[in-house]
């Protein structure tokens, strides 16, 4: 990036100008643009000749192409990558659209899947975009309530609801040694040390207190609370992983031949091919990324955009880690002043609830 700024800026503030106003014009539009036309739009401060000239630097450095043999223009991913990262003022999202977004994250009563699909489906709807979110099935998050019911066959449903409200159930085989009555007994025991802990932390502290005396509900206990965790060290390689609203994209292409590089390439995230690939980049920064056409080897695709933001954790006792991300895939001319902010308030809001 360094060397495409120091390239642009090798030709003055002007070419930053008409750059601004080529890609805005294609945004809009979707089509070339001729020097007379960022003239006019520029007041007539500089002449359609010397704009003809700057075009051409831009174009030799790689900013701007001529699809056909008219003097006019559109950006490259490039030069798109450029304006994006250096140029483009971000805008800032309505009253109405922070509170529909708030809303669709709400944890309260739900499972983990259920807040993925709805903050994807809802980042969707205001974007007119496909979305994609990327979260691990464990996360472990301090509890609020614990309750363990008992099943047929020597089985038990644990539920859980974290601290934010989220829901959890489990199907588990109990251990030996359980009745109805102890099983009550032990679900209360756990209950007295649960709130605003993590289920590992509550397994230590019933070890601890069994080191002290080694009473029958202690001991029972600690048999259910490693049951349960048993039950999510299993799920560690089942991520979440959704795509939503694919028809967004497929009904703003027209070649063939593009819609097979899209299927290749939503196929290839949906494999975790190069996903993983494109979260690394995420880990550098908490803020959004920009990915545009071929500009970067984990997303190689011409035409196509993503705008993606890192869910990560960030507690006090917990250094902050990626854990996954949210974001949109679409055609390169995209809103990105509109939808950069929604990517990025979304990955907040549901980053308050994976803390």
């Known amino acids: ?24 014009s294609y945004l809009n539009k979707g089509s070339p643009v001729s020097s007379k036309i960022i003239s006019e739009n520029l007041n007539s401060i500089l002449s359609p000749s010397t704009v003809r000239l700057i ?8 900013f701007l192409y001529s699809p056909h043999t008219s003097s006019g223009r559109i950006p490259t991913d490039k030069g798109l990558k450029f304006f994006v990262d250096g140029i483009l003022e971000i805008g800032d999202l309505t009253t109405e659209e922070r509170d529909s977004i708030q809303a669709k994250c709400s944890v309260a009563g739900k499972t983990l899947m259920e807040v993925l699909d709805h903050s994807s489906k809802e980042l969707s709807g205001l974007s007119s975009c496909t979305s994609l979110v990327f979260a691990p099935n464990n996360i472990d998050v301090p509890l609020k309530h614990i309750e363990f019911v008992s099943m047929d066959n020597n089985r038990a449903l644990v539920i859980t609801i974290d601290i934010n409200g989220l829901v959890e159930n489990k199907l588990i085989e109990l251990p030996n040694g359980f009745t109805s009555s102890s099983l009550i007994e032990a679900s209360n025991y756990i209950n007295s040390k649960t709130y605003g802990r993590t289920l590992i932390e509550v397994k230590s502290i019933i070890n601890d207190e069994l080191k002290q005396k080694n009473s029958e509900v202690e001991t029972l206990s600690k048999k259910l609370v490693s049951a349960g965790i048993a039950i999510k060290s299993q799920e560690k390689e089942d991520p979440h992983f959704l795509i939503n609203r694919r028809d967004f994209f497929y009904g703003k292409i027209k070649q063939k031949e593009d819609i097979k590089k899209l299927d290749l390439l939503l196929n290839e995230i949906q494999d975790k091919k190069n996903f993983i690939n494109i979260l690394q980049y995420t880990l550098k920064g908490m803020g959004v990324h920009v990915f545009i056409g071929s ?12 705008i993606i933001a890192p869910l990560k954790r960030n507690s006090k006792t917990i250094m902050p880690n990626t854990l996954g991300a949210i974001g949109v895939i679409g055609p390169s001319r995209l809103n990105y002043a509109r939808i950069i902010p929604m990517v990025d308030f979304t990955a ?6 994976l803390s």
């Open 1 to 24: 990036m360094n060397s495409d700024l120091e390239k642009i800026n090798n030709v003055g503030d002007r070419a930053r100008i008409i750059l601004s106003e080529i890609v805005e």
């Open 55 to 62: 075009m051409s630097n831009l174009e030799e450095k790689g």
């Open 295 to 306: 500009n970067t080897k984990v997303f190689n695709l011409a035409g196509c955009s993503m």
């Open 348 to 353: 907040k809001v549901l980053n308050k609830f």
